[in-house]
């Protein structure tokens, strides 16, 4: 099934009507509210997605009764006068999306038929169930529609109508307005008008309804017809209400000038990350209004009532940049944050501890699975989490050997293509690149290796050798039957390649120790993937064999030095993997470190820790490391750190995200890609266990890598990666992706796409929580771009 919009039209002012409990007067305030609008000689339409009980008593009928005109419509009825899932086990309960996508289509109807007020009303409570048992404030959250509040005015309907407002608050709907009975006893219209002014949210109260009388008295029952009648056409007519209506109108309408001034206003306010504004216009800025699941809510200008409305779903197709874990909106998580803000704003974090940290180390370091791991270092994103790494790992390198960083140059180990963030200590351990090269202070200390290269091209996974080994293997490529064969690690360190790619790792770091002088403190390596220096795929084989180069001759390093004795201590240099963006599930596992079957020593993970709410970033590291900066001297603790270390909203969100992720893994949610892959992967004698797999279909590389504009493509996990042809040699600046991105953005009649490019390659990220049905489409729009 595909998104729906979110709910917003130039010519309909459409709203929902949620009650702070049941029998609160939902349909008394809709009826009275369509009153109001037909008495100005203009049209309003109410609809009732789901309702239970006898037909005589359905809400619907009681506006198209007394709503004087109302256009009035019900898409589910069910018989039993109970809550909506245990009337649904009577009959067959429409599927939440189909429900909601009824409800949007209905309202983009009306929406072209010049009604001026649409009044959607949910059945109970806020929280009281769906069809499917979904609180209603999660199952319509997609259509956004701004809320009628109907309060609770009996006893006990304050606490109700704030809890119900805050609720609503949490998922991110707007509350325009909120309406309750006068009861002169208990007074609560009288608290709620002070407590909603302080919100700037105008409250109405009403004058309650005549009594209903017994149903088995026709006469009083004809008599209560006549006095709900004279109710109507008493209280619509209040000023109150007429004010307000103007002012639903009013809001509706500033809601879509907001929307359209947010891009040139962006323009003259913002600047931009990893953007060049030279010839930039507002036209190339996104307006997101909202985000739910793997969609923004996307505002376009030319979007017309017959195209369903101003707001549009657009893919998330970067991940936001590689944040989402768990879908936007998450309502869990965002209760997750409330409560440790409400519990704790923030707390300073040195020399004392709470519980949402100690929770979160401990769950990191069981969900990590490393035996050298004991002690979780808090920072704020992946960037100044590899500073902290980096910091470690060259001052234990240099207790070591004895060398005096203040005197000697010490540098690092990595990979060509690597990129550690922004910082001006981690950009130093990249090669000069875009990024870097034009930053003043940057100097690049290390040496980066050229590295085997993992893609599928013309349907057959093959492995891309490198020029300055191509001598050392004799060949150019190699073939694959299977991605699984490729990560086969067991079977493939046995063999020839193992033995060439350690020879040339040996003798290139000889090389640089012995000619050149250079002393090396650390090797940093992105595991499997390196990022943004365009979604590279390295072989984990060569990956795997510079590890053990470096742990195995700790003597490259220093003349005198022989490996450790206990097996988790660190040997030749600490090892770091930057797992920034391929760790917590990224891949289809916890950690990708497991794919090269590596302990590191240090490792940073951030992006997925908190599911894509909130920066946090952790750098993780064995105890022997911890004991280096142990010593009487307070210079010598590793003196880093910020005002919001350990955050302690952050800290509780990745607990409960991390808790939610290994839920998933363990209770199968991603069986179904698994199965994909393995029916079509040739059985090796040793298969990858856990497996390799991806969420994006085997079919769908499969044809990409053999559409003529494509040069490789690679999927993994939740990641997906396609290289474009480039007659000039492709890389960062080149703009081959360019059309790619352009027919995306465009998209199909269900959504379109946000996505991001890497001079030719264009990368798609999923959620990990993302529905089969949207991965179908978009492979659907990929296939009618590509193929």
């Known amino acids: 099934m595909s998104p729906v919009g979110a709910g917003l039209w130039r010519s309909l002012p459409a709203h929902q009507v949620y009650g702070a409990n049941t029998n609160v007067g939902k349909t008394i305030v809709s009826t009275v ?8 000689n203009k049209r309003a339409a109410f609809l009732k997605p789901v309702s239970a009980g006898a037909l005589d008593d359905a809400d619907d009928r009681h506006l198209a009764r007394y709503g004087a005109g109302t256009l009035t419509k019900c898409l589910h009825q069910f018989d039993e006068p109970v809550s909506p899932h245990l009337a649904a086990k009577q009959k067959t309960a429409p599927r939440d999306d189909d429900l909601l996508a009824a409800i949007h289509n209905t309202l983009s109807d009306w929406a072209r038929s010049n009604i001026d007020l649409a009044l959607v009303e949910t059945a109970g409570g806020v929280h009281s169930p769906g069809p499917n048992g979904n609180s209603q404030a999660d199952l319509y959250r997609p259509l956004r529609l701004p809320i009628v509040l109907v309060a609770d005015s009996r006893l006990g309907g304050i606490s109700a109508s704030i809890s ?9 709907y707007d509350v325009n307005s909120v309406l309750l009975f006068r009861d002169d006893y208990y007074q609560n219209h009288e608290y709620l008008a002070n407590f909603f002014r302080q919100k700037s949210i105008p409250l109405v109260s009403l004058t309650a309804p005549p009594p209903k009388p017994p149903q088995e008295d026709v006469a009083s029952h004809a008599r209560d017809e006549e006095a709900m009648s004279t109710y109507y056409r008493q209280v619509s007519a209040e000023s109150e209400i007429l004010r307000l209506l103007e002012d639903m109108n009013t809001k509706n309408q500033a809601r879509l000038t907001r929307l359209e001034e947010m891009a040139d206003r962006a323009q003259d306010l913002i600047w931009y990350p990893f953007t060049q504004h030279q010839g930039m216009k507002p036209k190339d800025i996104t ?14 200008a030319g979007q017309t009532e017959q195209q369903g409305g101003a707001l549009r779903p657009t893919f998330d197709g970067s991940a936001s940049w590689w944040t989402q874990g768990l879908g936007h909106g998450n309502p869990e998580l965002a209760l997750s944050a409330a409560y440790a803000a409400g519990r704790y704003g923030h707390v300073m974090f040195a020399g004392a501890v709470h519980e949402p940290a100690l929770s979160l180390a401990d769950s990191l370091l069981k969900t990590i699975g490393n035996p050298r791991f004991t002690k979780v270092f808090y920072t704020d994103n992946g960037s100044t989490g590899m500073e902290v790494a980096v910091k470690m790992g060259l001052r234990a390198a240099c207790d070591r050997y004895g060398w005096d960083a203040s005197q000697e140059q010490i540098s690092i180990l990595g990979l060509k293509g690597s990129y550690h963030g922004d910082t001006i200590g981690v950009m130093d351990c990249s090669e000069p690149s875009t990024f870097n090269k034009k930053v003043e202070w940057y100097r690049g200390r290390g040496h980066w290796f050229d590295f085997p290269l993992v893609k599928m091209v013309d349907g057959s ?8 080994l191509q001598a050392d293997l004799g060949t150019e490529k190699a073939t694959f039957e299977s991605l699984g064969s490729v ?3 067991d079977a ?5 390649t193992s033995q060439k790619y350690k020879n040339y790792i040996h003798r290139t770091i000889q090389d640089l120790v012995d000619r050149h002088d250079m002393k090396f403190g650390a090797l940093i390596l992105e595991p499997v993937i390196l990022g943004a220096g365009g979604m590279l795929f390295c072989d984990p084989l060569f990956q795997r064999c510079l590890t053990d180069v470096v742990r195995e001759h700790p003597e490259l390093f220093s003349p005198n030095a022989s490996a450790p004795k206990s097996a988790p201590s660190w040997s030749g240099l600490p090892v770091i993997f930057d797992e920034v963006f391929t760790g917590l599930y990224r891949l289809g596992r916890p950690s990708s470190a497991s794919f090269l079957d590596v302990h590191p020593d240090i490792a940073v993970n951030a992006k997925l820790l908190t599911g894509g709410l909130i920066p946090l970033c952790t750098t993780v590291a064995s105890q022997e490391i911890f004991e280096t900066f142990s010593s009487p001297e307070k210079s010598d603790a590793l003196l880093h750190g910020h005002s919001y270390t350990a955050h302690a909203v952050g800290c509780t969100v990745a607990v409960d995200s991390l808790r939610a992720m290994s839920d998933m893994d363990a209770n199968g949610s991603w069986d179904g890609f698994k199965a994909d892959w393995r029916s079509h992967s040739v059985k090796a004698a040793k298969p990858a266990s856990p497996e390799v797999w991806s969420v994006w279909s085997q079919d769908l590389l499969r044809d990409l890598s053999c559409a003529e504009t494509v040069e490789s493509v690679f999927g993994i996990g939740t990641v997906l990666s396609i290289s474009l042809r480039d007659a000039e040699g492709g890389g960062y600046t080149s703009t081959a992706a360019k059309g790619l991105q352009q027919k995306l953005a465009a998209g199909g009649d269900q959504f379109n796409v946000h996505s991001r490019v890497l001079g030719n390659v264009l990368y798609l990220m999923s959620s990990v929580t993302s529905k089969p049905e949207s991965l179908q489409e978009m492979e659907r729009l990929l296939r009618s771009s590509l193929v």
Not at 492 to 496: F, I, K, M, N
């Open 461 to 468: 996974w093959v492995i891309e050798i490198p020029g300055e």
């Open 487 to 489: 990560f086969d690690l």
């Open 492 to 496: 493939r360190l046995a063999t020839e």
């Open 164 to 172: 119900a407002y805050e609720s609503l608050l949490l998922r991110g």
């Open 287 to 300: 307006v997101i209004d909202s985000a739910h699941d793997d969609y923004f809510q996307t505002f376009d």
């Open 33 to 40: 509210l369509c009153n109001a609008i037909q008495r100005q």
